[in-house]
């Protein structure tokens, strides 16, 4: 395992951005989630798979956009969460599952994709494995490896902005948890954090 200083994450990022083709997020809003986190003495952790143990809990932490245009703000006055919500979902999740989360995992490649994984990695001090189940970027949350492979998805968490938290524990398939996240984000201004495939 290795600690990663900000260069070589910025570097990263940049990479993502490119793989990510399009997808996954801009560079600029990935560095904006992630400097914060550096700034205040955390750092992400990379590590190779078998640098975890064999039975360790890795999940699967992203955003993931609504589809409407709108500038309504549906929290009013309602505070923001105690914590970046990402790191709010990996918490439920581990919860939820009743076993700490040992890793976490990438959802997508892109700017903002990968920041979505590193930050809660770095707030939670989880190491990040070096892999990925997409290799790029995805128009929808079902476009993975995992869903070729018919690895489970649930339980799913969902939490947005202000800390609202869904815990799905059985969905028929990735192409509705793909109906259920969305709607979910458009109830939230466009923005929710998931955390899935344990």
């Known amino acids: 395992m290795r600690v990663l200083d900000w260069q070589a994450v910025d570097d990263i990022l940049v990479g993502a951005t490119v793989m990510g083709c399009g997808g996954g997020g801009e560079l600029a809003e990935g560095r904006e989630f992630l400097r914060p986190v550096y700034d205040g003495g ?33 929290y009013g006055d309602r505070p923001p969460a105690p914590e970046h919500p990402g790191a709010l979902a990996v918490r439920a999740l581990a919860a939820h599952a009743g076993r700490e989360v040992g890793g976490i995992l990438t959802g997508e490649l892109g700017g903002t994709s990968v920041a979505d994984a590193f930050v809660p990695a770095a707030v939670l001090g989880l190491p990040v494995v070096d892999a990925d189940p997409v290799g790029r970027a995805v128009p929808e949350l079902q476009d993975s490896m995992f869903f070729v492979h ?3 998805l649930t339980p799913q968490v969902v939490v947005n902005e202000i800390g609202d938290t869904v815990v799905i524990t059985s969905v028929a398939d990735g192409l509705r ?6 709607a979910l984000a458009v109830a939230s201004r466009n923005l929710v954090w998931v955390v899935d495939h344990a």
């Open 42 to 74: 955390r750092a992400v952790t990379l590590a190779a798979p078998d640098e975890l143990p064999g039975d360790a809990l890795v999940a699967c932490p992203y955003g993931v956009g609504g589809l409407v245009a709108g500038d309504e703000d549906f």
């Open 177 to 182: 948890a793909e109906a259920l996240v969305r």
């Open 150 to 152: 018919g690895v489970k």
